[in-house]
């Protein structure tokens, strides 16, 4: 997996070198930030994200304002290039369940992270009227961390954590549109699939049965597979010709396969073409 990665690290920098070397290409690049609410499953099983194991669960903070997407595009006069990567809110949950043998409460608190990296292939049809779709299709890298902090009853140890990470390689299929509404405005819209699958490598902790005993560490690994889908929507103004602001609402739906949440709000998108 490591060499993977090193090798979609190698693509980006020789893209970023043919900018410089390629004066016939149009670049572009895009910030998007955006204030998104956090929609969380009650149904989930996904990792540890799985409420109906607790007798107790509550979610931790459900917006977040902050940077959303960063992408960089690479054009000539039939196709485009494009890097993107999407980051999400972490997700946050405490739960609570009681030891059957015991009966004492165990209190978990989780957390789960997840980022998507993209490299895509685009060609825009349009006509004169300024109506267009540009479809892609590319590959996903989607980086998903998990973690679990068990906080045990007095007398015990006191607590441990469990750690667990996602490397998942996939496809992406996505398209962009757009609608001249006016000479420097225009009417946006993204949509965006991705579905990935890799190994899920866990570290789980274990105490014994005594208040001295230690932390045992053990090591699975399993094969897994996510997806996904999102949308924009938004209006983009052309202040000049190097410079576009585009505002409007995105989705982003995780809740595939019993996924734990979607995300959705307003976004403010900074285009810098030159």
Wanted: proline fraction near 4%; aromatic fraction near 14%; avoid cysteine.
């Amino acid at each position: 997996m490591q060499s993977r990665s090193s090798y979609f690290a190698a693509t980006v920098v020789l893209l970023v070198v043919g900018v410089a070397s390629a004066g016939d290409l149009q670049t572009t690049f895009e910030v998007t930030a955006a204030y998104t609410t956090i929609s969380y499953s009650d149904s989930s099983d996904w990792g540890w994200w799985n409420p109906g194991k607790y007798d107790d669960w509550q979610t931790g903070e459900d917006k977040e304002l902050g940077l959303a997407e960063a992408r960089l595009v690479l054009s000539d006069p039939t196709y485009s290039v494009f890097l993107n990567f999407e980051r999400y809110p972490t997700l946050e949950a405490a739960g609570s369940s009681t030891d059957g043998e015991t009966g004492d409460e165990i209190f978990h608190e989780l957390t789960t992270e997840f980022e998507a990296y993209d490299l895509a292939l685009a060609q825009w049809f349009g006509d004169e009227a300024g109506l267009g779709v540009m479809p892609s299709v590319g590959v996903t890298y989607m980086r998903i961390n998990e973690t679990r902090e068990v906080h045990i009853p007095i007398g015990s140890v006191g607590g441990y954590s469990d750690q667990a990470a996602s490397r998942l390689w996939g496809v992406l299929l996505g398209a962009d549109w757009g609608a001249r509404l006016a000479p420097r405005l225009s009417l946006s819209g993204r949509v965006v699939l991705r579905w990935g699958w890799g190994d899920r490598k866990a570290t789980i902790s274990t105490v014994g049965p005594g208040p001295w005993e230690p932390v045992v560490e053990a090591q699975l690994s399993d094969s897994v597979s996510r997806a996904m889908w999102g949308a924009d929507l938004g209006v983009r103004w052309g202040a000049t010709r190097h410079f576009q602001l585009e505002g409007g609402w995105r989705y982003r739906d995780w809740q595939y396969d019993d996924g734990p949440a979607s995300f959705n709000g307003p976004y403010l998108r900074f285009v810098v073409v030159w």
